[in-house]
T-cell receptor, first 117, second 113 residues
Framework: GAVVSQHPSWVICKSGTSVKIECRSL??????MFWYRQFPKQSLMLMAT?????????EQGVEKDKFLINHASLTLSTLTVTSAHPEDSSFYIC?????????????FGSGTQLSVL | AQSVTQLDSQVPVFEEAPVELRCNYS??????LFWYVQYPNQGLQLLLK??????LVKGINGFEAEFNKSQTSFHLRKPSVHISDTAEYFC???????????FGTGTQLKVEL
């Protein structure tokens, strides 16, 4: 089946630094990828939708200058948290839309736990 | 806008017992409904989905869910659980065919011997 690889699985950084999270579709081409954030005991919240070769569409309340999304190829999307602060500490999950046995599905990465000190 | 409510944050159950994980949604338009499972250190996997047609949907690993429009519910059931079913289960809703999903807060299913 289709697989989405998300890296790193966890990262600790100092306040003010930037962190890049990668999301790769390993055996399929993903024209659309989604980035979610999950705080403890809360649901996954959609942050943005990225389409290959175009600018990402951000959900209301998500700062596009803080959460930079690049979808340069059909198999890779990156989320960069710029000038991270402790309140950005969260679990970030990507998903990619692709086909599996003639059925269009969303495939999820295993997530990245970001801790900002 | 749509929303999803999973009232039970944790559900403990003994192995081979039946289980029901509750999910209620609200939306002003027709919806598509999904259940995802997340095993430790893994990504979310689709268990089953309701797009249209029969309201009883069967998924992988012996799970099924029933769409009840009048009660705006999509509860997940399994007649006999196994230890390996221990995981986090997320209910989700979409109005656009499964692309932009709104998730519930998740239910931790813990199966005990």
């Amino acid at each position: 089946g289709a697989v989405v690889s998300q890296h790193p699985s966890w990262v600790i950084c100092k306040s003010g630094t930037s962190v890049k999270i990668e999301c790769r579709s390993l055996d399929f081409q993903a024209t659309t990828m989604f980035w979610y954030r999950q705080f403890p005991k809360q649901s996954l919240m959609l942050m943005a939708t990225s389409n290959e070769g175009s600018k990402a569409t951000y959900e209301q309340g998500v700062e596009k200058d803080k959460f930079l999304i690049n979808h340069a190829s059909l198999t890779l999307s990156t989320l960069t948290v710029t000038s991270a602060h402790p309140e950005d500490s969260s679990f970030y999950i990507c998903s990619a839309r692709g086909w599996d046995r003639r059925d269009e599905k969303l495939f999820f990465g295993s997530g990245t736990q970001l801790s900002v000190l | 806008a749509q929303s999803v409510t999973q009232l039970d944050s944790q559900v403990p159950v003994f192995e081979e017992a039946p289980v029901e994980l509750r999910c209620n949604y609200s939306s002003s338009v027709s919806v598509y409904l999904f259940w995802y499972v997340q095993y430790p250190n893994q990504g979310l996997q689709l268990l089953l989905k309701y797009l249209s047609g029969s309201t009883l949907v069967k998924g992988i690993n012996g799970f099924e869910a029933e769409f009840n429009k009048s009660q705006t519910s999509f509860h997940l059931r399994k007649p006999s659980v196994h230890i390996s079913d221990t995981a986090e289960y997320f209910c989700a809703v979409s109005t656009g065919g499964g692309n932009k999903l709104t998730f519930g807060t998740g239910t931790q299913l813990k199966v005990e011997l």
